[in-house]
């Protein structure tokens, strides 16, 4: 199977292209230029990422229920935007250009996966970072567990040449995934990073509410910001902020604007999925592609980030979740399809 390989740059020359993407002063030749170094360093996390999820869904096979396990290559606007919130990071030092998420069905179940991940004799790659969003939930509602590794792989020589990268695993409930897929879609609709905390603040805090709703539910900790709320008194403030934003018809709409999808993703076979969105019109386009055709879909990646970089209103993404109906579960914010997460904030208003 061909994977990218590791390209030939210096980690020096990678992050001076970070660099030339978050300057305003840069030229447009130097955006292009920096923009192919960055998207040969992105698709070379391939082949660690399909390690990974090989193991995942390995470990998921039993005593899990129903889970959901997924990849994607971070998207180029994506990191743009975090080195310019990081002014200090490097972008080789970036824990999530290759992430991967596993999504199971309750907080027993993160957690018990989050150990057999925790136990060094038996998995061979070093964990160099936990983040516990759940435990300790991020300001705007975010909850999940995310552990970060630096992949390690002496098998073959082909696989060592990919040692030292850093990798993204996160571990989330299926109502933590519904939270933060509608966010993001909900960011999307608006033109606004929701996402980063920027835009409107009503938005803002009616997702960050929600969450410790969902939080209650859980029977884990609140979102700052809610502590001091019960969980009635929470449930009548998700009330209060979905009736102010006509949460539940605006969400309607969303899904209605986003159902047209052109795809070439027929027959059996398929590994790798670009979604492009078309934020103007609300389409989407899915082209899917091989296992064996990883580098193929990273130069079909890389080129319609070109097109977006020269204005054209789309949001391209290379994921892989296997078919078609796996793809919209574990990515419904580029379908704009977030009608599971309306059933549950019903739930909680009926509540």
Not at 6 to 18: F, I, L, M, N
Not at 96 to 112: F, Y
Not at 228 to 249: F, G, H, M, P, Y
Request: with cysteine.
């Amino acid at each position: 199977m061909a994977f990218p390989p590791v390209p030939h740059y210096s980690k020096s020359q990678v992050d001076r292209a970070g660099q030339v993407l978050v300057d305003p002063k840069s030229s447009a030749d130097e955006r292009r230029v920096a923009r192919g170094i960055v998207g040969e360093w992105r698709a070379c996390f391939g082949y660690p990422i399909n390690t990974f999820q090989a193991t995942v869904r390995d470990k998921l096979r039993k005593g899990y229920g129903r889970t959901l396990v997924a990849q994607r290559l971070k998207r180029l606007p994506t990191i743009i935007d975090k080195l310019k919130r990081y002014p200090g990071m490097n972008l080789v030092r970036m824990q999530d250009i290759g992430g991967l998420r596993a999504v199971v069905g309750n907080i027993r179940s993160v957690r018990k996966l989050e150990r057999v991940y925790r136990d060094e004799s038996r998995f061979k790659h070093e964990l160099i970072k936990v983040y516990d969003y759940i435990d300790r939930p991020k300001e705007d509602g975010y909850r999940g567990v995310h552990l970060i590794y630096k992949y390690n792989n002496n098998q073959t020589s082909v696989s060592s040449s990919y040692n030292g990268l850093i990798l993204e695993l996160q571990l989330r409930t299926r109502l933590q995934h519904i939270w933060a897929t509608a966010v993001e879609t909900m960011g999307t609709y608006l033109g606004q990073a929701l996402k980063s905390r920027q835009g409107d603040k009503k938005w803002i805090d009616f997702f960050a509410v929600t969450s410790s709703a969902f939080a209650h539910d859980e029977g884990t900790s609140p979102v700052p910001g809610y502590k001091k709320l019960s969980r009635q008194e929470t449930i009548e403030a998700v009330k209060k902020a979905s009736a102010d934003l006509n949460v539940i018809e605006v969400i309607g709409a969303i899904s209605v604007a986003g159902k047209v999808i052109h795809t070439n993703q027929k027959g059996k076979g398929w590994y790798y999925h670009l979604i492009i969105l078309n934020s103007r019109d609300h389409t989407v386009s899915v082209n899917s592609y091989p296992k064996n055709q990883l580098a193929q879909a990273s130069a079909d990646y890389a080129s319609a980030e070109e097109r977006a970089a020269a204005g054209e209103p789309i949001e391209p993404v290379l994921v892989a979740a296997g078919k078609l109906d796996s793809l919209k579960h574990a990515y419904p914010n580029y379908f704009l399809d977030i009608r599971d997460f309306t059933t549950e904030l019903q739930r909680i208003i009926k509540a």
